[in-house]
Every structure is written in structure tokens, then in C-alpha cells.
């Protein structure tokens, strides 16, 4: 079975304890991801099935596509109103952990 991966957009924000940046905004689209933040450059980013990745993701069985990737677990979940599970049972989509990496700077 092959890893499920797609290509999204994505913007890389400072911490605030200023030791670094970390992955957000992603969007399946660079627009719509600079609309997040005007003043942070966009990139083109690969989000690969991972069982040892550090972000989360819904696999959207419809579109074929990752979608609201988050650094944390309940930044996805939280997009589900009636709880992620009931999506899931009815073949919608799946929760999975993934990694992102960095094609190339828009």
C-alpha cells in the first residue's frame, strides 16, 4: 500500500519564544493560503502519510486530498462539528499523521 500524499501550500510562522518556525495555513491553493498572512512568503509543500510525521491531516476520500493540516491533532478534529469519527464511519475521509516537506518558495 503506497503512503497517500498531495501537494498543498503553506506558510511558516515564527514562535513565540522566537527558537524557530513552525508549518501553517495550508490551503490547496497559494491564494488562499497568502490571504492568512500577506506578510509571509508562501510555499509549495509536499503532506505525506507518515505514522512519524509531527503534523495532522484529513484525508478527504472525495477530493483525494489531504486537508485541514494542523501541527496538533485538535486543530484538525475541530473541524468537524458532529465529532471526526462519524466522517470517518461513513467513508468520508480518515485522520493520519503526516510529514511535511518543502518543495519550493512561491
Known sequence: ??????????????????????WCHFTSHPRTTRLYDNS???F????T???GGDHWSWW???DGEFCFT???KSGV???????IEGYAEQGEGFLLK???EELRQL
Not at 478534529?77 to 465529532?83: G, W
Open 1 to 22: 500500500m503506497t503512503a497517500k500524499t498531495c501537494i498543498q501550500y503553506a506558510q511558516k510562522e515564527p514562535r513565540r519564544e522566537g527558537d524557530g518556525w513552525f
Open 44 to 47: 509549495e509543500v509536499r503532506v
Open 77 to 83: 478534529t475541530i473541524c468537524f462539528p458532529y465529532a
Open 60 to 62: 478527504d476520500n472525495k
Open 49 to 51: 502519510e507518515d505514522k
Open 40 to 42: 509571509l512568503p508562501v
Open 98 to 100: 503526516v510529514r511535511v
Open 70 to 72: 494542523s501541527l496538533h
